[in-house]
């Protein structure tokens, strides 16, 4: 199968920056879609934060663009999510999210466990 390992998350102050990371691991073929996912407390549903297609445009939910960028290493399978001048409002678990292709060529939809930010004083 596939695993996904997020890291970077933790504490920030409002308009600091943090560096996610997350590395897709297993019987991976290719992944063709990768993204990032955010739950705000007390909210019930995740968000798409960005993604980033095997190729193609990216794309940024409203409340990050010119904040956020999105970008992946293909030959690492590693999806990144560089966050400048974050705010309180971005205090959320973030989810890593990727669409793979497996050696048997069965495609499988894998989420990481999640990694906190906080923005906080």
């Known amino acids: 199968q596939v695993q996904l390992e997020e890291l970077g998350g933790g504490l920030v102050q409002p308009g600091g920056s943090l560096r996610l990371s997350c590395v897709a691991s297993?019987?991976?073929?290719?992944?063709?879609?990768m993204g990032w996912y955010r739950q705000a407390p007390g909210k019930e549903q995740r968000e798409l934060v960005a993604?980033?297609?095997?190729?193609?445009?990216?794309n940024y939910a409203d409340s990050v663009k010119g904040r956020f960028t999105i970008s992946r290493d293909n030959a690492e399978n590693t999806v990144y999510l560089q966050m400048n001048s974050l705010k309180p409002e971005d205090t959320a678990v973030y989810y890593c999210?990727?669409?793979?292709?497996?050696?048997?060529?069965?495609?499988?939809?894998?989420w990481g466990q999640g990694t906190l930010v906080t923005v906080s004083s």
């Open positions: 999210n990727a669409r793979a292709v497996l050696l048997d060529y069965r495609y499988l939809e894998v």
């Open positions: 297993g019987s991976i073929f290719s992944i063709n879609g």
């Open positions: 993604t980033i297609p095997s190729g193609g445009p990216t």
